[in-house]
């Protein structure tokens, strides 16, 4: 399984593998964390990087969503010679890359994981007037100049958390830290990504765990997550977050994100497939917890992705 680590984070463990999918602009260490904590209930984890990313902003902008819809599919296909079973999950339009593999693939996959899943960019931050950008980037100016920047509070809620992720992002480094803005050019092919999944997306059967922060700062839960869960053809679990903003695989949550998670997969299982990952688990899959989180209708603030290693150690260092 040597040849798995050259296409991104990859954490070996028994037969049954996750494949986790950054968010646009993003980079893989916004899925390590998840990953780790999936790996140490036995899982084989594999969070590659989407053709595109991680170099310059330029380079993203050569890329389309099909390209990284590839990228998804070469390492589920590269994973799977490996493993029983595969999960796939992805954050943010990782997500929707998620949901596109599952429409064009069905059955491959086990299990959905979708975490902060973005169909429409209508979270507490997002200007009001956000919904003219469409027209705005399909004139010749503004189409190859426009980028979207990152607001406060950058997707995180975790105050001190946030304060050292985003001096990592803003050092320069996308190889490592990702984009602090994404070009015009790239929310036009995620548009056109949401656009062919939601054309089909009661096609999908593949059973999905829906994670989103009840108070998303970038994408409501009720036009994203609640609308998945609607409209989508397989069974679904919803778990809404009631102390996280959008990156919920590394805020304040992010190890009920990962329990949640490590549960929904291991109720897919077979017996014997449970049995095998046990074998090599470090700890085993944690009991749900008794109590639940808020619903999408709590009231929003008024309106006022990270070095892999740095990324870690912030999160840490912000306490668990």
């Known amino acids: 399984m040597q040849s798995l680590e050259r296409l991104g984070p990859f954490f070996p463990g028994g037969r049954i593998g996750f494949l986790l999918v950054h968010g646009l602009a993003g980079t893989p260490a916004e899925m390590k964390i998840l990953g780790k904590r999936l790996n140490r209930y036995g899982f084989t984890v594999l969070c ?16 389309c969503w099909l390209d990284w819809s590839r990228s998804v599919e070469d390492a589920f296909d590269a994973l799977s010679r490996h493993m029983d079973a595969v999960f796939v999950g992805g954050l943010s339009a990782g997500a929707v890359l998620s ?18 899943t973005t169909l429409r960019y209508d979270g507490w931050t997002i200007p009001k007037l956000s919904f003219l950008l469409p027209l705005i980037l399909k004139t010749p100016y503004f189409g190859k100049r426009y980028r979207f920047e990152e ?17 990592q992002m803003q050092s320069g480094d996308a190889a490592a830290a990702g984009f602090t803005a994404t070009p015009g050019a790239s929310l036009k092919q995620l548009w056109g990504l ?11 059967k ?8 009840g108070n998303d700062d970038i994408a409501s839960a009720r036009s994203n997550a609640l ?32 329990d949640a998670t490590a549960r929904f997969a291991w109720n897919l299982l077979s017996d014997a497939e449970r049995e095998r990952l046990a074998a090599v688990a470090r700890e085993p899959v944690p009991a749900a917890p008794e109590t639940s989180a808020q619903t999408p209708d709590a009231a929003a603030p008024s309106p006022a992705s990270s070095v892999a290693e740095g990324m870690e150690k912030a999160a840490e260092g912000a306490g668990r």
């Open 48 to 63: 590659p990087q989407l053709a595109g990313h991680c170099a310059s902003e330029e380079e993203l902008v050569t890329t």
């Open 99 to 116: 949901l596109r593999h599952a429409q064009r693939y069905p059955g491959r996959a086990r299990g959905l994981a979708l975490y902060s």
């Open 151 to 167: 607001a406060f509070p950058y997707g995180i809620m975790d105050d001190k958390l946030r304060g050292r992720i985003l001096a």
């Open 194 to 204: 949401v656009a062919a999944v939601k054309r089909d997306l009661p096609g999908i």
């Open 206 to 213: 593949t059973p999905t765990l829906i994670v989103h922060a």
């Open 227 to 258: 609308y998945v869960r609607d409209h989508i053809g397989g069974p679904t679990e919803l778990l809404l977050l009631d102390r996280s903003y959008h990156m919920v695989t590394i805020d304040q949550e992010r190890n009920v994100v990962g």
